[in-house]
C-alpha cells in the first residue's frame, strides 16, 4: 500500500499528489492521509473518475484517511 500525506497543503497539491500516485502505481491501493473537507471531495472525485474505490475511515478530529483501490 502507497501512504500518501496531504495535509497541510493547499489546494490543488493534494490532487496532484493523489494523481501522481495514481500514475505511478496504478496497481496498488494508496493511503491519502488529509486534513480538509475540499481536499478529501477533490480527490474522491478523482479516484471516481479513475475507476477506484474509495473507503473514508474514521476521522480524527480535523484529520481523515481515504483509501483508494484500484478496479481490478
Known amino acids: ?3 500518501l ?3 497541510g497543503l493547499s489546494c490543488p497539491l493534494p490532487v496532484v499528489k493523489a494523481k501522481q500516485a495514481m500514475e505511478k502505481n496504478a ?6 492521509l488529509l486534513d480538509s473537507n475540499v481536499a478529501k471531495e477533490n480527490i ?3 479516484a471516481v473518475m479513475k475507476k ?3 473507503h473514508e475511515e474514521e476521522a480524527t ?3 481523515c484517511r481515504l483509501v483508494l483501490t484500484p478496479a481490478r
Request: glycine share 4%.
Open 1 to 3: 500500500m502507497i501512504e
Open 5 to 7: 500525506d496531504v495535509r
Open 27 to 32: 496497481s496498488e491501493e494508496i493511503s491519502v
Open 44 to 46: 474522491s472525485r478523482l
Open 52 to 54: 477506484y474505490t474509495v
Open 61 to 63: 478530529g480535523d484529520e
